[in-house]
């Protein structure tokens, strides 16, 4: 009898592929997913634990999954966490679990479901498709350089649940990727805690990859991605970008996507938290936000159609009322495409709890408001400028009303859309991963309106 595994996966796209190498694994063992709790032997739930809302999302998943099902096993960030005494922190609250193990830990749950639900005799591994089990749509896919980060921002707690820097050897994450161009994958999302650190761990350790020498580094990577990229005419998108001095020789690379329509995005998600020095400080950040604000000027003058998102925290503790005019400035004079805004919320165990001066809940609140109406205004107006221009337009879905899809400048989930009218010719019809050009005749808030 195949056993049958429900699967529940929560947290950011680096949880993600978590869930997709234990999913793999369980396919190559023949294993088979279950549907729904009802239909499953056992349930994994693969938990987020880096902020309260996260940590209780998770909790209330675990409580459903054993209410449900009752076999539960808990992987992820939140497996990590311990109380004051040094006990589980879910076993605690839900000791009904089988197993708890923290992330990136295939091999700890794969142990624990043999435990619980013994492996099928004979299973077809040679039925596996190389690239694995995706949880994306077949046309993008999440790439995971590294696990881990060497930073120790004092209002984060990911090093301690995911441990320090470790760079995954670059032969093989760019051997990965080739599988997924092969497979039909159009945009490979590039994913870590810290993208420009990669390779530091291992002091840009010299790999292979094609037959020849290639160093463990984030140019060398996104370069051989670039190219990659080119070859199989799919995108490369650049997530969780620190704003080392290093990332400026991946501008010109950027820059030259407007002449060939394949390659490395001319878009950063660059995580910058803060503008304000002395609350960069405060937070442990690498960098002053004067520093990143000059850095941001010459990325755009190597690569004017740069597209830039970023997320900030309001209300950090000792934040004044001039430290958070001064991010709404640095707003204004970076002309941040994508920015999202977050209150600032008291994380168990970070450093920040412990700072003086907190600021008082309903401030921290009204002042992420006025971030956001400020971010909106920006990005509204940098769509506009769009209107009559022709876009490359990434088709994620098709309906009775053309399609929708997303521009260069735009990650799935988290950035706009693109409403695509249908097409002239009845005949036509688009396909979900297609890549099409379009005219923008208008925009709707952070969305685009185009017709081909």
């Not at 530091?200 to 984030?218: A, E, L, S």
């Not at 002053?288 to 950090?316: M, Q, Y």
């Amino acid at each position: 009898m195949v056993g049958k595994v429900g699967f529940v996966s929560l947290g950011c796209p680096k949880a993600l592929v978590d869930s997709e190498l234990i999913l793999t694994q369980l396919s190559a063992e023949g294993y088979e997913t279950a549907k729904d709790y009802s239909g499953a032997d056992l349930v994994v739930v693969n938990t987020c634990g880096f902020i309260d809302s996260a940590v209780e999302e998770s909790l209330a998943a675990i409580g459903e999954a054993l209410a449900e099902n009752g076999k539960v096993i808990v992987t992820g960030c939140l497996g990590a966490r311990k109380n004051a005494d040094g006990s589980d922190l879910i076993q605690s609250i839900h000791p009904k679990v089988l197993a708890v193990t923290g992330p990136h830990a295939t091999d700890e749950v794969m142990q624990a479901i043999h435990q619980h639900l013994p492996k099928p005799h004979d299973p077809f591994t040679d039925l596996l498709p190389p690239i694995g089990v995706k949880l994306t749509p077949k046309h993008y896919a999440y790439l995971k350089i590294s696990e881990g980060c060497n930073h120790r921002c004092t209002f984060c707690i990911i090093p301690n649940l995911r441990g320090d820097l470790v760079s995954r050897p670059i032969g093989e994450v760019l051997l990965e990727a080739k599988r997924l161009f092969e497979s039909g994958v159009k945009e490979l999302l590039v994913v870590s805690q810290d993208t420009s650190a990669y390779g530091v761990d291992i002091q840009y350790r010299t790999g292979f990859w094609d037959g020849k020498p290639v160093k463990t580094r984030m140019y060398d990577l996104v370069n051989a991605l670039n190219q990659i990229a080119r070859e199989h005419q799919a995108w490369v998108r650049l997530h969780y970008v620190y704003p080392y001095p290093h990332v400026d020789d991946i501008l010109p690379l950027m820059a030259e996507f407007s002449e060939h329509g394949y390659g490395v995005l001319p878009y950063l998600d660059i995580p910058l938290q803060h503008a304000h020095p002395d609350v960069l400080k405060r937070m442990k950040r690498p960098a002053s936000g004067e520093k990143n604000l000059e850095r941001i000027l010459a990325w755009r003058e190597a690569c004017p159609d740069l597209v830039i998102r970023s997320t900030f925290i309001a209300g950090f503790p000792g934040e004044t009322e001039e430290e958070f005019d001064c991010l709404l400035r640095f707003l204004d004079e970076a002309q941040i495409d994508r920015a999202g805004c977050f209150a600032y919320s008291p994380v168990e165990g970070a450093l920040a709890n412990a700072l003086d001066n907190p600021v008082p809940e309903a401030i921290r609140e009204e002042r992420r408001a006025r971030f956001m109406a400020k971010a909106e205004e920006i990005s509204v107006n940098r769509l506009t400028k769009k209107i009559g221009k022709r876009i490359q337009v990434l088709i994620d879905r098709v309906d009775d009303a053309g399609g929708i899809g997303r521009t260069v400048g735009d990650a799935p989930e988290i950035d706009g859309l693109v409403r695509v009218l249908p097409p002239a010719k009845p005949s036509k019809r688009y396909r979900a991963g297609e890549i099409i050009r379009a005219t923008v005749v208008s925009s709707q808030g952070h969305d685009l309106v185009a017709q081909t």
